[in-house]
């Protein structure tokens, strides 16, 4: 669990200074404070909404056959090209 939290919290404290530097003291910040507070700030925009869940929905789900389907076709597409690759 230290694993974890101690390098957020020191990322989490270096953004913070930067922020501050650059809002308290923007006549002595520098390149290195802007682009930690903007890093900071992109890796707040992340979709973290969209990760994995237990249980697939929409049009791949697990009760249509449209996903085994596709990867059927895809399959039995790359052992004709390895056939056609390996005999040309």
Avoid: K, N, Q, Y
Avoid at 1 to 18: D, E, I, K, Q, T
Avoid at 63 to 86: D, F, I, K, N
Wanted: glycine share 10%; net charge positive; proline share 5%.
């Amino acid at each position: 669990m230290v694993r974890r939290w101690v390098p957020a919290l020191v990322l989490c404290g270096a953004w913070w200074w930067a922020v501050l530097r650059l809002v308290l003291t923007p006549a002595h910040a520098g390149v290195v404070e802007g682009a930690v507070a903007a890093g900071g700030w992109g890796l707040s925009l992340l979709p973290v909404h969209v990760a994995a869940t237990a249980r697939p929905i929409g049009v791949f789900d697990a009760g249509t056959s449209l996903l085994r389907r596709a990867t059927v076709r895809v399959r039995r597409a790359a052992r004709t090209w390895r056939r056609r690759r390996v005999a040309g």
